[in-house]
């Protein structure tokens, strides 16, 4: 009777063990099925989640920005209470912020006869303004007034001559140019060419947005700013001015009095600005770089993007002065070794980063702080 018993309990078990590894068995199979039928569908569908997120991460910045600064607002709105509870110091009834904020009697205050006076603010503009014309003014004085030229003002408003009258709105661009409206077909090469600009100057400028910062793609009715374009029905002349002036320097590179040398022999293509402060130099696709000062290298980056420079180095001089090589095809050097000025070679100009072109993007920095470049190359 006891054996009978046990062997039906022995079988119960198997039965029961045989019934649990059949259900996880069944249970892996089932999420093996779901995870790749998952994954399928991940695949299938990534391509417009990359499209989204990366290829129009150009177009919808601004967008992110603004959600993204309503956010910070929002938080800071909501612990505002918090704070103010729990450090008195942000409290209006604290003793700290009655001292700042309780009149004193014994000050005065005077004005002088320009505190009504509108100045025009030194805050780099990252889009076309309009202003009202007033009393005394001309199409020189609102040039002179806004930093660009007259010719971007009468382009921009369809001014033929410099006759303007109070009241009336002008469209002031936030530099000398050209606004443009993108249309079908158009890239930043033809809008350059169509305006006798350069390209890089578009992509350099920093408020144009692109599709694909990396391909400068556009986007069918955005407003492009052509930095220094030049209205089609006075290209000819304008462009001999540009060329003259544009073909700086060339032959063997002498090191001047104060020790500097041009890092290369070739054409500046563009010369710097509030938002370029640098110069490019233009020249075929491995041409050597030497070194700009005497000095040893402080950093080296080579295959990356890094913001826009690509492949670049930085050389400084122990005394306050950096110089910075960018968009080069491969460099010559290593972080730690010493260069000497107008010898070293320290790479070969190439396209890397953000480039439309082979040039090389010459930086020059005082202090930490970037300055003109002609100012220690003349």
Not at 186 to 198: G, H, L, P, Q, R
């Given at each position: 009777m006891i054996k009978r018993r046990l062997l039906v309990f022995f079988a119960s078990t198997r039965s029961i063990l045989f019934g649990i590894f059949e259900f996880?068995?069944?249970?892996?199979?089932?999420?093996?099925?779901?995870?790749?039928?998952?994954?399928?569908?991940?695949?299938?569908?990534?391509n417009y989640f990359v499209k989204i997120f990366i290829v129009k991460?150009?177009?919808?910045?601004?967008?992110?920005?603004?959600?993204?600064?309503?956010?910070?607002?929002?938080?800071?709105?909501?612990?505002?209470?918090?704070?103010?509870?729990?450090?008195?110091?942000?409290?209006?009834?604290?003793?700290?912020?009655?001292?700042?904020?309780?009149?004193?009697?014994?000050?005065?205050?005077?004005?002088?006869?320009?505190?009504?006076?509108?100045?025009?603010?030194q805050k780099p503009r990252d889009k076309v303004i309009e202003y009202s014309v007033q009393r005394g003014d001309t199409i020189s004085t609102i040039a002179n007034k806004f930093g660009i030229s007259e010719d971007t003002i009468r382009w921009a408003n369809g001014l033929s001559g410099d006759s303007i009258t109070v009241g009336d709105t002008l469209k002031i661009l936030p530099v000398t140019g050209i606004a443009h409206k993108v249309i079908s077909g158009?890239?930043?090469?033809?809008?350059?060419?169509?305006?006798?600009?350069?390209?890089?100057?578009?992509?350099?400028?920093?408020?144009?947005?692109?599709?694909?910062?990396?391909?400068f793609s556009l986007v069918i009715g955005q407003i492009l700013i052509v930095p220094d374009g030049v209205k089609p029905s006075e290209v000819p002349v304008q462009r001999i001015r540009q060329n003259i002036s544009r073909q700086y320097y060339a032959g063997p590179i002498p090191v001047s009095p104060g020790g500097f040398?041009?890092?290369?022999?070739?054409?500046?293509?563009?010369?710097?600005?509030?938002?370029?402060?640098?110069?490019?130099?233009?020249?075929?696709?491995?041409?050597?770089?030497?070194?700009?000062?005497?000095?040893?290298?402080?950093?080296?980056?080579?295959?990356?993007?890094?913001?826009?420079?690509?492949t670049n180095v930085w050389i400084n001089n122990g005394q306050g002065i950096a110089t910075h090589y960018n968009h080069m095809s491969?460099?010559?050097?290593?972080?730690?070794?010493?260069?000497?000025?107008?010898?070293?070679?320290?790479?070969?100009?190439?396209?890397?980063?953000?480039t439309t072109g082979p040039h090389l993007h010459f930086e020059v920095s005082k202090n930490g702080a970037l300055i003109n470049p002609m100012a220690i190359l003349q």
């Open positions: 996880f068995g069944f249970l892996g199979l089932y999420l093996k099925k779901k995870i790749i039928f998952s994954s399928e569908k991940f695949e299938k569908n990534k991460r150009g177009r919808y910045n601004r967008l992110f920005l603004h959600f993204a600064t309503i956010g910070v607002l929002g938080f800071g709105i909501l612990i505002a209470p918090f704070l103010a509870s729990t450090y008195p110091v942000f409290s209006a009834n604290s003793s700290t912020s009655a001292k700042i904020t309780e009149p004193n009697t014994q000050q005065l205050i005077s004005v002088d006869a320009n505190v009504f006076q509108t100045d025009i603010s158009e890239t930043v090469y033809s809008i350059a060419k169509y305006y006798d600009s350069n390209p890089q100057q578009i992509v350099d400028f920093p408020f144009n947005e692109f599709a694909n910062p990396e391909t040398s041009w890092p290369l022999s070739g054409g500046i293509s563009q010369y710097a600005s509030w938002y370029h402060m640098a110069i490019d130099i233009t020249a075929p696709v491995g041409t050597p770089v030497v070194a700009a000062e005497n000095g040893s290298v402080t950093s080296v980056s080579v295959g990356s993007w890094d913001g826009g420079y690509g491969g460099v010559n050097v290593s972080v730690g070794q010493p260069v000497t000025v107008g010898s070293t070679v320290i790479g070969w100009v190439g396209m890397t980063g953000r």
